[in-house]
């Protein structure tokens, strides 16, 4: 049987930026293969990924960058989506669970 395994997300840059442009990068853990789909789900805007840094070591974590335009003020949760598997944004340790702080982005007016 198939298993699915969700990515982690980590290292998640920047957390805070002014309206325009953007480019997000962050970690994925397991490593992305080239053979993936991956995309960053931004809010309800899916994201391809602009470029992707492996290791030298196979199997431990990729480093993703995203570029994202024409951003307004808001916060953004973040999701990575590889090969149809998302990313879980939860702060399993809050009552009731929350977005992850560190796995949003806040867009600030200018």
Do not use: H
């Amino acid at each position: 049987f198939p298993l699915a395994m969700a990515p982690t997300v980590s290292n998640l840059e920047p957390l805070e930026a002014p309206v325009g442009n953007l480019s997000v990068t962050l970690t994925c853990t397991p490593a992305v293969r080239p053979e993936q789909r991956v995309m960053l789900l931004w809010g309800d805007r899916p994201i391809p990924v602009y470029q992707v840094s492996n290791p030298d070591k196979p199997g431990t974590s990729s480093q993703l960058t995203f570029r994202i335009r024409e951003m307004l003020p808001a916060v953004y949760p973040v999701r990575l989506r590889v090969d149809g598997v998302d990313s879980l944004p939860v702060d399993f340790a809050t009552e009731p669970w929350l977005i992850d702080p560190q796995q949003q982005v806040r867009i600030t007016g200018q």
